[in-house]
């Protein structure tokens, strides 16, 4: 596998929804004040952006978004106006918007034409989305921001509410520990410093690994024969042929007959965006890992509503 493969693939996941791979100094979203009248020309500059904004009713608002946008059907029917890490300037502007939201990134990737577009006069709200809890107070924001607060509201109680449902459900049942793996050659997993591992524990798990001073560090064979992995955990590249990856994952871990999880086969490649992505779908992501980890638990689809339908 390219040695930058895993990079891309969890920064796409996790910088496009809103989560870097490397440490950043605790910093505030930027506050935008209200506007006087609700924005009519709406753009979007990440995936996760999309969701939120389509999840509070704007569709119509919505006049363009990243290509990587792709999710709900309806944002494959707007405009687009370049791919998360290279938003296209004269293309937003082309679009007249009144509204941009963009992402506070490490990388700092929609900074140059957050500037530039504020430079030409326009709005643009940038919101930092790293963890549950920015990503909540980034919903809200947003809802102030284009005149849906009760619907932001809403949408936050309604997370929070699937939130708790489903770690209700798990009671007290004894965490499984789990391996989750970003990148198989070489070896790196997530640790216990990311927004992944708020994933396991949502889920009713508990990382594998302890405590590291990479957020995604390279292990080798003596420290994953220690983790004691009772389930091993890996975001799939892409979303096509996850059962030829989940094949690929299984040939890939025979080796270590002597891990819990590799006894008894539980590994897991599961898709990426619904999983990885900070946005409305989070209750769906923690609710595909509760049912690799306790599968007995969440027997039925219908336990779980979509927050943001």
């Known amino acids: 596998m390219n040695k930058w493969w895993w990079l891309l693939a969890i920064i796409l996941c996790l ?8 440490g950043v100094p605790q910093v505030q979203n930027r506050s935008a004040p209200p506007l006087p009248n609700k924005p009519t020309r709406i753009v979007s500059l990440a995936p996760n952006l999309t969701e939120i904004l389509f999840a509070l009713g704007l ?3 919505i006049v363009a978004v990243s290509n990587d946008s792709d999710y709900p059907l309806e944002a494959a029917n707007k405009k687009k106006i370049g791919t998360f890490w290279q938003p296209n300037t004269e293309a937003i502007i082309a679009c007249r918007p009144d509204l941009v939201v963009t992402l506070r990134l ?21 919101l930092r989305i790293e963890t549950i809890s920015e990503l909540l107070a980034a919903i809200q924001e947003i809802g102030i921001t284009t005149g ?41 997993v997530a640790g216990r410093n990311t927004f992944i591992n708020e994933l396991i524990e949502l889920a009713g798990g508990e990382n594998a690994i302890g405590a590291t001073l990479q957020q995604y560090p390279p292990i080798g064979a003596e ?11 890996q975001s799939a590249m892409g979303k096509s042929n996850i059962a030829g990856q989940q094949k690929a994952a299984e040939k890939f871990w025979s080796r270590w007959t002597n891990l819990p999880a590799v006894k008894n ?16 779908r989070l209750p769906e992501g923690v609710k595909i890992i509760s049912d690799c980890l306790y599968p007995d638990s969440f027997r ?7 927050p943001g339908g």
């Open 300 to 306: 039925r689809t219908s336990d779980l509503a979509h």
């Open 15 to 22: 910088a496009g929804a809103g989560l870097l791979i490397f």
């Open 223 to 233: 420290e994953i024969l220690t983790c004691g992995a009772e389930a091993i955990i």
């Open 59 to 61: 569709n119509e608002e």
């Open 106 to 126: 490490r990388t700092e990737q929609h900074k140059p034409t957050a500037d530039s577009l504020r430079r030409l006069g326009y709005r643009v709200l940038t």
């Open 265 to 280: 086969n539980r590994i897991y490649v599961v898709e990426p965006d619904t999983t990885l992505r900070l946005g409305p």
């Open 148 to 188: 849906c607060k009760l619907r932001a509201d809403q949408l936050v109680e309604s997370i929070s509410h699937h939130l708790d449902r489903l770690q209700s459900k798990l009671g007290s049942s004894d965490k499984v520990k789990v391996l989750w793996v970003v990148q198989s050659e070489p070896l790196r």
